[in-house]
Structures are given as structure tokens and as C-alpha cells.
């Protein structure tokens, strides 16, 4: 009895200390955030109706990418000529020059006055995805106003990046804007085909001009999410800091011909179909905390309500419990392991006749912490069977290597900072990219590459990135607009500037 006695004091009293760990932790490592960062200049936000006319304007070219190499070329002559027109300090200036790449892009050098000062590289892409004309509420090439938003295929993906870029431009230069680090910016044409024809050259013409290293790169990206993150009030702003592979691979399974009467016990069909069926989402491992899914959420602690700011200031011991939670949810999934989705099969031609064989698509979207051999090794071993044939379909994109995103990573830091000087109450965290952007034909370039997209949505409504009635709000674009306006602006520090006294703006 008295060992027992013992046992459950000992217990209680590891409970207690373990709990007493997390408070502490929660209180002293995890403060609740006392400061935002403002803008340190008096200055007129970048507003009104010709700006976003303009953008609007921007909407109606049909710069439609439909598979590699097959893009609209009217269309995207079309709008390069009216970019042109319609930014004409940007396109006269002495400070800026422009050139043609691969007769569809786009690229700016923006000239320094100090050259001890590392260029940067502001990227998008003037192309967009087809649509279904029939399953829009408006018309997606008019650029319609609605309840306040935006209507138009680009509108997200990315025409508000592009026009943006070159509304703060113009507004600086008109200005009277001296930037003292130079930098480009590099617009590519077929972006939605994996940037074959665009980017890939555009990375070619800058190391013509004898760039060899930047100092940061800003591309398209995450976003920032409204009501998402369970126990965060304010809205979360997701820079990507590596970016999700991209692997595809065609099961095959051989069967024997013949008349359906006669069946073996296995069809080519019911072969592949057995395999096929061990390719859920969650099969890969589960990789939450090697990669920065958990600074992630250490960073949203201090934002968040109790007991939440509880549990994410102490992942050492709650870490497996949120790590199966992100798992449960497809749009979480993808932050803590490499998915798996088939999304084609096919097999067989009559009705009555066995097919001599069957085919299924999978795709995956590979953990920035595994590499392309591994998931194929790990395919292998989970379909198990020698009668499938695996194969690698089209070209695999690597996942990217993690970029600096402590406080002395001076290209985050000036993301991070022109976020929380435009978009006053977010919580700057670092993400995962889980889709494909441009950037990996500049990694050469720069270990500092971020991904970033201002647009603020509700999760509900990222299903508009590549769907229906894509959308932004008014208000929502002039701040994307503002947003580069101050990533130029703190770009041009020497260093990473100090925290500045709060004021608002916008």
C-alpha cells in the first residue's frame, strides 16, 4: 500500500513539474507580442479609382498559358504594349531600362546609386490558367466590381502581383525615388507551364548581365489566411520559405487477353486496382518539426488564445497531437508530409474483352524534407507487387532547400516588416510553398528566396486559386499595391532597419 501511495505521489509530482515546464515556457519564451511595425515615412497610401481601373483593364487580356509551349501570344503582345503605355515614368525613366526576353517577358533592371548594396529580384508572371466559362457568375475577362471584389481570372494568380509591382514603381519614381540598392524585376509569360519558355530564360538573361547573386527573391506565394489557425483571432500571414516537390508516377500492371467469360482470379484492372487503393493522402510518414511547420506555429503561440498559446509553446510534448490534427484536415496535410492524390485510371476498351493492361496517374507533392528517390523507394515498397510497373512521368521539380528566415535574415525581415506596416494586425509566420512557382529557375542565384501573395482569404476560399469566380477585394488589392510600395522602399536600407514607433496606416 505504501509503494502505491509512493508510485501515485511520484506521478503527481512529475505532472506538476511537467506542467509547471509548459507554463513557464508559455509565459517566459512565448510573451503575447506588444508592438507592430508602422511605416517610419509621413506619405499618402497609393489609392484611388486609376489605380484600380487600371488593374482592372489588366484583367481583360486573356493571356491564357494552356500546356507548355501553348500560350496566347496576341494576347500577352497585347498587354505588354499596354503595360507600356500605361506606366510611362517607369518606361522613360534614367533610372530603369527594359527589355523583351524570349519576345514574351518581361524584365527590369532598376539601377542603384550604391553598388556595395546586393541587388534584389521581384518575380510574378503576366500569364493565367483557362477557365470554364460556363461555371463563373461573371464574366472572368471583364475585371467586374461585385460586393466589393474584384472579379477576374489573374485577380489572385497573379495579374494583382504584376500590376501592383508597377503601380508602386511609377509612384515612386513620379516621386522623385533615387533607389540606392538596385534591383529587377522579372515578369515570365508561361509560368502555368512550369516556366519553360519564360523564366527559365529570364534567369539566363540576368546572368548575361553578370548578376551571379542577389540578395533576396520575392515571388508569388502564401497567402494570408482569415480564421484558419484554431485559437489565432488575427489574420496569419504565411511567407514560403522552401517550396514543396513535384512528382509523378504512372502504375502499370500486364494482364492476360482474352474473352470476360474466362477471367483469371486477377485482371490486369483488379491488379492495379489493389495497388491504387494503398495510395491515400496520409500514407507517406508523417514529418512534422524537421521542417519550419513547427517555428510555424511557435511563432502564432503568442498570438493565440488559451489554451492553444499553451499547447503551441510547448511542442516538445504536444507536438504528436498537433501533428495528427494538421494531418486529419487535406488543407493542413500537406504542411507535415508528402501526398499522395491519383487523379487518373484507366484500363480496358469493351466490355467483354480483358484488357492487356491498366494505368493510374499519382501525384505527389513531396515534403521539403524528403527527395525524389526516397518517395519512389517508399512507393515501391507500399505497393509491394512485381506484376506494377512504376514509372516517372514528366519532369520532377525538387523540393527547395529551406531559406533564412531568423532575425538576421534581412530579405525575410523586409517581408515580414512591409506585411505588418500595411496589414497592421497580422502574425508574420514562416510557411510552406505546397505549390510550384518560378523560383526554382533563380535558386542559383540566392539562398534567400520567399514566396508571398498579399491576398487575405478564409480557407474556403482557396479553392478560387485555379477555380471559379476568382476574386479580391477592393481594398484588398490597393493594400497589395502599398505592400510592394514598402518592400522597395525597406529594401533599400543597408541593413535590416530598427523597430520604429507605432502609427497607422491606410
Excluded at 306 to 317: A, C, E, G, K
Excluded at 361 to 376: G, P
Amino acid at each position: 500500500m505504501k509503494l502505491v501511495t509512493k508510485v501515485i505521489a511520484y506521478s503527481l509530482s512529475a505532472l506538476l513539474l511537467v506542467l509547471l515546464v509548459t507554463i513557464v515556457r508559455t509565459i517566459v519564451y512565448f510573451p503575447a507580442p506588444k508592438e507592430i511595425d508602422s511605416c517610419p515615412d509621413l506619405h499618402e497610401p497609393i489609392a484611388g479609382s486609376a489605380v484600380v481601373d487600371r488593374f482592372r483593364a489588366a484583367l481583360r487580356f486573356k493571356t491564357i498559358t494552356k500546356a507548355a509551349h501553348i500560350y496566347d501570344t496576341l494576347e500577352l503582345k497585347r498587354y505588354i504594349d499596354w503595360i507600356i503605355k500605361s506606366y510611362p515614368t517607369i518606361h522613360s525613366s534614367p533610372h530603369v531600362s527594359y527589355e523583351l526576353v524570349n519576345n514574351y517577358s518581361l524584365l527590369y533592371t532598376v539601377k542603384g546609386s550604391d553598388p556595395s548594396l546586393k541587388p534584389y529580384l521581384l518575380c510574378g508572371h503576366l500569364d493565367v490558367v483557362p477557365v470554364e466559362l460556363d461555371k463563373w457568375d461573371v464574366d472572368p475577362f471583364d475585371g467586374v466590381i461585385k460586393d466589393g471584389f474584384i472579379y477576374g481570372r489573374g485577380t489572385t494568380d497573379v495579374k494583382n502581383i504584376v500590376m501592383a509591382a508597377f503601380e508602386s514603381l511609377e509612384y515612386l519614381l513620379k516621386n522623385g525615388f533615387k533607389p540606392k540598392r538596385g534591383f529587377y524585376m522579372a515578369f515570365g509569360h508561361d509560368e502555368e507551364a512550369l516556366g519553360l519558355d519564360g523564366a527559365q530564360h529570364l534567369a539566363k538573361a540576368l546572368e548575361s548581365k553578370g548578376v551571379s547573386t542577389l540578395e533576396y527573391l520575392l515571388d508569388e506565394g502564401t497567402i494570408i489566411l482569415n480564421k484558419t489557425f484554431v485559437g489565432v483571432d488575427p489574420i496569419v500571414a504565411l511567407i514560403g520559405v522552401t517550396e514543396k516537390g513535384y512528382l509523378t508516377v504512372r502504375l502499370t500492371a500486364k494482364g492476360a487477353v482474352g474473352h470476360s467469360s474466362m477471367a483469371p482470379v486477377d485482371t490486369a484492372i483488379t491488379t492495379l486496382a489493389k495497388a491504387v487503393s494503398k495510395f491515400e493522402s496520409t500514407v507517406h510518414p508523417n514529418m512534422f518539426g524537421l521542417g519550419p511547420e513547427k517555428d510555424l506555429f511557435e511563432a502564432l503561440a503568442p498570438n493565440a488564445n488559451f489554451p492553444f498559446n499553451w499547447l503551441y509553446s510547448n511542442l516538445w510534448l504536444f507536438g504528436p497531437i498537433i501533428s495528427r490534427v494538421l494531418a486529419a484536415v487535406p488543407t493542413s496535410n500537406g504542411l507535415v508530409r508528402t501526398t499522395s492524390a491519383v487523379t487518373i485510371i484507366g484500363g480496358g476498351f469493351k466490355e467483354n474483352v480483358l484488357p492487356s493492361s491498366a494505368s493510374a496517374i499519382v501525384n505527389h507533392r513531396v515534403h521539403v524534407k524528403q527527395t525524389i528517390d526516397e518517395v519512389l523507394d517508399f512507393d515501391r515498397r507500399l505497393i509491394s507487387d512485381d506484376r506494377i510497373e512504376l514509372t516517372v512521368e514528366g519532369m520532377p521539380i525538387h523540393p527547395h532547400p529551406i531559406s533564412p528566415y531568423d532575425d538576421n535574415a534581412f530579405g525575410y525581415q523586409i517581408v515580414k516588416r512591409s506585411i505588418r506596416q500595411v496589414f497592421n494586425e497580422s502574425v508574420v509566420v514562416p510557411g510552406i510553398m505546397l505549390a510550384n512557382t518560378d523560383t526554382r529557375w533563380y535558386q542559383h542565384l540566392t539562398r534567400a528566396i520567399y514566396r508571398f501573395s498579399p491576398s487575405v482569404m478564409y480557407a474556403e476560399d482557396t479553392k478560387r486559386f485555379h477555380g471559379h469566380n476568382e476574386r479580391i477585394k477592393v481594398d484588398n488589392y490597393l493594400k497589395t499595391v502599398n505592400y510592394y510600395h514598402h518592400i522597395i522602399v525597406n529594401s533599400d536600407n543597408k541593413d535590416i532597419p530598427d523597430r520604429p514607433v507605432v502609427k497607422d496606416e491606410l
